[in-house]
């Protein structure tokens, strides 16, 4: 400021503390003036008042101090040629800014320019905060995805912004003046150091301003913008009201998706009972689900039973899948309704007569896959809107006849593939079907469950290997002595020799049917 430098400034202890923040500045001669002060005040003064001895000065010091005040400026000529070196030894032990001017200045003056600077500061800090206000409202009301939030912040805060997991994985970033690529390749490791006690926290070693993306029991995630300097309260609050925007933004996500998810369920569920019904039809087309001169393919996936990932947390990974589906089915641009049934992820796509059908659904079903690990089943497809439960009920069987048994190409399972299988798992609901099961199986079951002695297991690894007792034993992780043990004590249990052909049919088609059963949903 002119007003300051005209007077010859010089500082004379605690060069360290320049930087205290200046609330406002007053000017006084009383020696015992520091209670007087607020924290953040500067003082301006002659010096023709404050005390003579060394002692008088330090007590003078210390009362500034316990003020918090900002900084003392003494202007010499009238009291001081040289500031007294007790002053200044007590203004370093204090930690508080000791100034000389060296030439008479108007303190008034000063004060105003300073005054004017701290207004103007406020000003600007006020309209930054309309501004971080009035872009984040626009974003809420818009329902502004997370790209155009983070866009957002990194314009506003003109520095780096990550988007992180609950996991501490990077979801999304926006790059600032700096390369950050080193900071993202050890980001998780990173991030977990950056400690998150309250709300929003600022990583000083690191550089980074963190906040939390939803409530504290239910985050699911954190912002982070880098700032190397302790941030304002500006960027606090736009880091806040980003991480709010972020959150609502899921809930309007998740409201929407709930809300076309359920609709769908219902859908599903009125074609499988009347496909005809005009009502339902008509509900379709404004769902977005074309009927008129168009083709339809049923199909119905489920997680990836060799995947250890499909059986923990079973509604979410059904979520998760449902969610590929939709997004394959958006990037082909193929009308579907989708939503989960009975444990499985069920969807309906429709279309025009002349497309191939089967290339529809194949392509559908490998970008699903390369999202989620899944057994895809299809029904054939269906040339009118009144044969659209049959391609649904089909897609349906063709995944209930694979059971508990591995998959074994990585295309789309239809009727062709399942042969028995397909049979009875139209069958498995038939009580004759479900008494002939008991009576193969019941007294293996039986002997297995008091004795632990793996004879169905043994029975099945035999009929899976019709041609190598060798592989049959391998499959089972047992010598082939173990293995030739186990099936002469099934035969005594069934009282039947395995080496009969129609024994080996009915079994096979026992445990078949047995499993299908189990792979039924509750």
């Known amino acids: 400021m002119p007003a300051v430098r005209s007077a010859g400034p010089r500082v004379v202890a605690c060069p360290t503390r320049l930087d205290t ?79 000389a001017l060296a030439r008479e200045v108007r303190f008034a003056a000063v004060a105003q320019a300073v005054g004017e600077r701290i207004v103007d500061e406020q000003l600007t800090e006020l309209r930054e905060a309309q501004r971080v206000h009035d872009t984040f409202t626009e974003l809420s009301i818009a329902e502004a995805g997370p790209g155009d939030i983070l866009a957002a912040v990194q314009r506003l805060a003109g520095a780096a912004v990550v988007l992180e997991s609950e996991q501490h994985h990077v979801l999304d970033y926006r790059a600032g003046p700096g390369d950050i690529l080193a900071v993202l390749a050890d980001w998780t490791t990173a991030s977990k150091s950056m400690a998150l006690d309250g709300r929003t926290s600022w990583d000083s070693e690191r550089g980074w301003l963190v906040t939390r993306v939803g409530k504290r029991d239910r985050g699911w995630g954190r912002l982070a913008v880098q700032s190397w300097t302790a941030p304002t309260a500006r960027q606090v609050v736009m880091v806040e009201r980003a991480a709010a925007a972020l959150a609502l933004h899921r809930l309007h996500d998740r409201q929407r998706d709930s809300a076309v998810r359920r609709t769908h369920h219902e859908l599903l569920l009125a074609l499988l009972a ?156 038939d009580e004759r079907v479900q008494l002939f099961v008991r009576r193969e199986l019941t007294a293996l079951k039986d002997h297995d469950a008091e004795w632990h002695t793996g004879l169905l297991a043994a029975v099945r690894a035999l009929l899976m290997y019709p041609t190598s007792k060798s592989d049959a034993a391998a499959s089972l992780h047992i010598s082939r002595p173990v293995f030739y043990d186990r099936l002469a004590k099934a035969e005594r249990v069934l009282g039947a020799s395995l080496d009969d052909a129609d024994i080996r049919v009915s079994l096979h088609v026992a445990i078949i049917a047995d499993e299908i059963g189990s792979a039924e949903p509750a």
């Open 21 to 99: 923040a200046v609330r406002w500045v007053h000017s006084g001669e009383l020696a015992d003036i520091g209670p007087l002060l607020r924290e953040g005040d500067l003082l301006l003064s002659t010096g023709v008042a404050m005390p003579d001895t060394d002692e008088g000065l330090r007590q003078m010091v210390a009362g500034l101090s316990e003020s918090g005040a900002a900084g003392l400026v003494i202007e010499l000529g009238r009291r001081w040629r040289d500031l007294p070196q007790a002053l200044a030894a007590a203004c370093d032990e204090r930690q508080l800014p000791l100034i």
């Open 274 to 429: 009347d496909p005809t019904s005009e009502e339902v039809l008509r509900r379709c087309q404004l769902a977005g689900l074309p009927t008129v001169r168009r083709q339809f393919a049923g199909l119905t996936l489920r997680p990836q039973i060799t995947s250890p990932a499909a059986t923990s947390t079973p509604g979410l990974r059904l979520d998760e899948i449902a969610a590929a589906v939709v997004h394959a089915a958006h990037e082909l641009r193929v009308p579907a309704l989708v939503s989960d049934l009975d444990g499985e992820v069920r969807a309906l796509l429709s279309f025009p007569s002349s497309s191939d059908g089967d290339r529809v659904v194949d392509e559908l079903a490998a970008r699903v896959r390369r999202r989620q690990e899944v057994v895809v089943g299809a029904g054939r497809p269906a040339t009118r809107a009144a044969e659209i439960d049959r391609t649904l009920r089909e897609s349906r069987q063709v995944i209930a006849s694979l059971g508990g048994a591995s998959v074994r190409h990585d295309g789309v399972y239809r009727l062709d593939d399942v042969h028995l299988r397909g049979l009875l798992a139209m069958l498995h609901d």
